[in-house]
């Protein structure tokens, strides 16, 4: 099954008109992947039918989810891949070794949008050390995101991303069209509403943070401002995970690099005074 | 980078392939298992095959356990790209020797992200 050419044409136009992203030729696949979810809600047969909807009305909120579903980047499971290496490769074995006979560990996963990233975190953590009592606080200041990631419920497309085959067959069962997360994954996470801007969440201080592809939607200052709060949640001996293209140089000094081949780890520098405090 | 894309669609062959592409593979499509298995007895070397499973002649599960039965190709990896969406064909496909599974349908970023966990496509970087 494929869209018509003059859906894809049509489709391609609005998404080009409302966010100059291109949808060159041979994206009809990601066209009819994206739409889907929004034919079924609509009960409609297929996405032809549907585009043949939009095209009767000259705007609708219709037309407003066909351009977000082609231009939301959507979050992934192990995003980045790189992070949980670091992760399981290298955090987790500096904090055993900060702490012999270490047995919780306490983590943040800030903006955690759908719940991707804390509950790979947590089968990440399950697997590498199955005995230890992890608690993940997982927040984002979305209500409706965090309403999903609550529900622990994926569609296929979801699925797909990112996450290991191995991981998905162990932790997952079917719940009709849905794949359903174990209670136990789910256990290990709370999600709860937070501004970045606010006073860190309850549950810390943390051993861990990750606030990844976060701080690039924020000016230069509110990023210091987020970074010095951050550092205020977590242990003076913890990591701080930023997203693959993010840094804590020139905006909060009070952080050290943790080499760790490809993923930006940070831990905050002995002095533990954050830069602009007495 | 080379890839085998294997799939009785053609639509679905030059979906894959086009992804692939976008992604720096240069692809190589076959119709069934057997005409992919053709190819590797001739000696060509892919280093990924992208393997749809109910094909005529040879289907996907039947090709990855040839593949795996054969120790000079152990390093061709196996990602099984298929509408085959129960638990018990996931775990069939990954014991017979599948490296990763792909449920019909899918974006081309499910593509890409398997590719990084399977160390095809570098991490760390967004995709």
């Known amino acids: ?278 | 980078m080379r890839a085998l894309v294997i799939d009785d669609s053609r639509t679905m062959r030059h979906i894959v392939a086009d992804i692939l592409e976008e992604l720096g593979f240069s692809t190589t499509q076959a119709g069934n298992g057997r005409e992919a298995l053709d190819l590797l007895e001739a000696g060509e070397t892919y280093d990924l095959a992208c393997i749809d499973w109910n094909m005529p002649v040879m289907d996907g599960f039947e090709f990855v356990a040839a593949v795996h039965a054969r120790p000079e190709w152990r390093d061709l990896t196996l990602i099984m790209v298929t509408t085959e969406g129960e638990l018990g064909q996931i775990v069939r496909a990954l014991t017979a020797g599948a490296h990763e599974y792909v449920i019909k349908p899918f974006t081309s970023d499910a593509i890409a992200s398997k590719l990084q966990l399977l160390g095809l496509l570098p991490a760390g970087e967004p995709i």
């Open chain 1, 1 to 278: 099954m494929t869209v018509s050419a003059d859906t894809f044409t049509y489709v391609a136009d609005l998404v080009r008109r409302r966010s100059a992203i291109q949808l060159g030729a041979g994206k009809e696949y990601l066209v009819e992947s994206r739409l889907l979810p929004l034919v079924r809600q609509a009960g409609l047969a297929g996405v032809d039918e549907y585009v043949k909807s939009l095209r009767n009305v000259p705007h609708s909120a219709d037309h407003d989810r066909v351009v977000d579903a082609l231009t939301t980047n959507e979050t992934s499971w192990f995003r980045d891949v790189a992070p949980f290496q670091a992760l399981t490769g290298h955090v987790l074995p500096a904090l055993i070794q900060n702490s012999p006979g270490l047995t919780s560990l306490r983590v943040w996963s800030a903006a955690c949008s759908t719940g991707q990233e804390p509950y790979s975190i947590a089968m990440a953590l399950l697997a590498a050390a199955p005995d230890l009592c992890v608690k993940i606080t997982a927040t984002d200041i979305s209500q409706k995101v965090l309403a999903r990631g609550r529900a622990g419920r994926y569609s296929q497309l979801e699925i797909n991303r990112g996450l290991p085959a191995q991981t998905f067959v162990r932790h997952f069962t079917r719940a009709g069209t849905e794949w359903e997360l174990s209670d136990q994954v789910r256990s290990m996470v709370t999600f709860s509403q937070h501004n970045l801007l606010h006073t860190p969440p309850a549950g810390g201080p943390f051993d861990i943070i990750f606030l990844r592809n976060v701080l690039i939607y924020f000016d230069i200052q509110t990023r210091g401002e987020v970074l010095r709060s951050v550092r205020r949640a977590l242990l003076p001996s913890g990591f701080l995970l930023l997203g693959a293209v993010e840094a804590t140089f020139g905006i909060d000094d009070s952080w050290e690099t943790v080499s760790v081949g490809r993923g930006s780890v940070y831990t905050p520098t002995k002095s533990g005074k954050t830069q602009g405090e007495p």
